[in-house]
């Protein structure tokens, strides 16, 4: 009996899952949002592809709910979208645009 108890017991806490990282989500979203404002894709192409890239990932293993990799993902989405916004509001500040 205690075997089965013991056995019970690794199963619910082996279940126990990480919960989905909505916060995180929401954030990425909202910083791709404010790169796409200032385009961010024309200015700095490299940090928008990186943005962009870890994005889609991250949606896909969020999809998958794999919630560990996908929150680590939107977090470096957000990240390089936040690059990618200040490098292209610094560059057409350079080049005398007003945004």
Known sequence: MKIVVVLLL????GCATTPPPVEDYTLARAALDAARSVEAS???PGFWHQAEDAFRK?????QEREF???KA???RAK???EKAENSTRL???KN????
């Open 10 to 13: 690794s199963l619910i806490v």
């Open 42 to 44: 024309r200015f700095s």
């Open 58 to 62: 991250a949606k896909i293993l969020y």
């Open 68 to 70: 560990t990799g996908a």
């Open 73 to 75: 993902e939107f977090q």
């Open 79 to 81: 990240v390089a979208a």
């Open 91 to 93: 560059i057409r500040l």
């Open 96 to 99: 005398g645009e007003v945004l």
